[in-house]
């Protein structure tokens, strides 16, 4: 199993340019999240999603969306990016919520924006 | 909405010294799940320890334990005979049980530097 994996892994885009963060697991899970995690800081939750066709805004949901059309992937987009968007963004994945399914997180993808 | 605070942006310890990072958290939930982290250079967040709320005994893993204080809100990480592969950023992080719009809540995260 690869697990969770993004792409890209680094990515620098012009103010007002749009790109999509790609996420894709292969363990079958149907709890998927997006965080963002900017410098000095914990991570912040952008969106999750509870199985195909269902998602739903974490704490930090404006400037992005999401889609989740298969229980393997959930890509994240940006619409008209902006100098706040830069961070590093972590997708992660759990069989359910419960204290013993583990997050597991993919390895980030650090955006820029200038 | 939950909070979670870790008062020590960095520490530095010898090889082979107990260390205890601290992490304090404030919810108005009765049940939920504690967390730590690690996050190395690499990036990757690797899951080093669990609690559930309701279990008052301390989660242990190898060298890695943990001392829960659900009335003070407290959840510090302990860990003994440290080494060099333990420098990381260290991550508390707070989940509640049952449904809603949340995943994990965390800290600003601990820099553990390793001393050899």
């Known amino acids: 199993n690869a697990g969770v994996t993004q792409t890209p892994k680094f990515r620098i885009l012009k103010i007002g340019q749009s790109m999509t963060l790609q996420c894709t697991q292969d363990m079958n899970h149907n709890y998927m999240y997006w965080y963002r995690q900017d410098p000095g800081m914990g991570l912040k939750l952008i969106y999750y999603s509870v199985g195909a066709g269902i998602t739903d805004k974490g704490e930090v949901p404006n400037g992005y969306n999401v889609s989740r059309s298969t229980t393997e992937d959930f890509p994240l987009r940006l619409e008209l990016a902006a100098p706040s968007q830069t961070s590093v963004y972590f997708c992660a994945s759990s069989p359910s919520r419960g204290l013993t399914d583990t997050q597991y997180f993919g390895p980030g993808t650090r955006l820029t924006v200038l | 909405a939950q909070t979670v605070t870790q008062s020590q942006p960095e520490m530095s310890v010898q090889e082979a010294e107990t260390v205890t990072l601290s992490c304090t958290y404030d919810?108005?939930?009765?049940?939920?799940?504690l967390f730590w982290y690690k996050q190395p250079p690499s990036r990757q967040m690797i899951l080093v320890i669990r609690?559930?709320?309701?279990?008052?005994q301390n989660a242990t893993e190898n060298r890695f334990s943990v001392n829960f204080q659900k009335a003070a809100k407290s959840f510090s990480l302990k860990i003994s005979d440290s080494q060099l592969g333990d420098t990381a950023m260290y991550f508390c992080?707070?989940?509640?049980?049952?449904?809603?719009?949340?995943?994990?809540?965390f800290g600003k995260g601990t820099h553990l530097i390793i001393q050899p």
């Open positions: 609690q559930e709320a309701y279990k008052q």
């Open positions: 992080a707070f989940m509640k049980v049952g449904g809603g719009a949340d995943g994990l809540t």
């Open positions: 919810t108005s939930e009765s049940n939920y799940y």
